[in-house]
């Protein structure tokens, strides 16, 4: 990326308050945006970084991350605007379909941006401390242009293949890190009903074969510590199987795993917990199978 290359952020939420943050610190951001006007207080970036509008960010940025919660909303965040300026990019850090994916940087390059899908894991809390995992699709030439920035965001990037690539690759990770997530749940109320003391439990699995980012940090931090923080609404994991079930679907994938997780997802959404951070699914986890059976 040429030093001259300046930088905004469109969504200061979790995610995206923390790569602000990163980027400001490495004095590489010029300017930021979110529709809650809270937002841009709430990220406690430097005078330097301007609070702006859309239309001033394409008026002043090269390359705009955005980091919303889908490929919807960053088309209709761009679309009421003119076309982009030469070699403007537009970073797609969301969960989204790639089919989605594909048509927006069709609809983006008839009007001169550039366009890379770059989809993140490592939470909150990666994006805070500057250790995102970035899962890209694009041109060779346009990821080139980002890598200084990625840099000051994400410890391991990972270039997979053309626009699409990278969110294909973040609903595979989710299907996975979801009904890894719910298994993990089944498997401690079960101990729970064994007897077994919780930490135990954890401390075995972390010890032998069954060791997950779930159980080395998930449930230590987020649930046995009370915090019940994971940082993201249950709303969020319905919606990244809801995606993954339609990927599966399209390409004629065979995928029971992803339609029972997403299954239980919904049962958590149509119970009112849609905006509940998800470390509630562990005791959440016996209401939603007796509505399942209920439902039968």
């Known amino acids: 990326m040429p030093a001259e290359s300046k930088i905004a952020v469109v969504g ?3 995610m995206g308050r923390g790569i602000a943050r990163n980027l400001d610190y490495h004095q590489i951001l010029v300017a930021a945006s979110d529709n809650d006007e809270n937002a841009y207080t709430a990220a406690e970036l430097s005078d330097r970084v301007q609070d702006a509008d859309v239309e001033l960010i394409l008026a002043k940025a090269d390359i705009i991350l955005f980091a919303v919660p889908s490929t919807q909303q960053v088309s209709q965040i761009l679309d009421p605007h003119s076309a982009g300026r030469k070699q403007q990019l537009i970073v797609d850090l969301t969960t989204s379909h790639p089919t989605q994916s594909r048509v927006l940087e069709t609809e983006l390059r008839a009007r001169d941006f550039a366009y890379i899908d770059a989809a993140m894991t490592g939470g909150a809390t990666g994006a805070d401390d500057g250790s995102l995992t970035l899962m890209v699709g694009g041109a060779k030439y346009d990821v080139s242009r980002c890598q200084s920035a990625f840099e000051k965001i994400a410890s391991k990037i990972f270039h997979l ?28 109320r079960l101990a729970e009903h064994a007897g077994i ?77 849609a905006d509940t951070d998800f470390s509630h699914l562990f005791p959440l986890y016996e209401e939603l199978v007796d509505r399942l059976e209920d439902d039968k």
């Open 12 to 14: 200061l939420g979790q």
């Open 161 to 188: 293949g053309s626009v699409g690539a990278g969110h294909a690759m973040k609903l595979i990770h989710n299907l996975i890190l979801h009904s890894s997530f719910m298994a993990t749940c089944e498997g401690m």
């Open 197 to 273: 003391d919780l930490n135990r439990a954890i401390d075995v699995l972390n010890a032998g074969n069954a060791r997950s980012f779930v159980t080395d940090t998930r449930f230590p931090r987020d649930i046995l510590s009370g915090t019940m923080m994971a940082r993201s609404q249950i709303s969020n994991l319905e919606k990244d199987l809801i995606l993954a079930q339609q990927f599966g679907e399209q390409l004629g994938a065979r995928i029971p795993y992803t339609t029972m997780t997403r299954t239980l997802l919904a049962e958590a959404v149509a119970a009112g917990h």
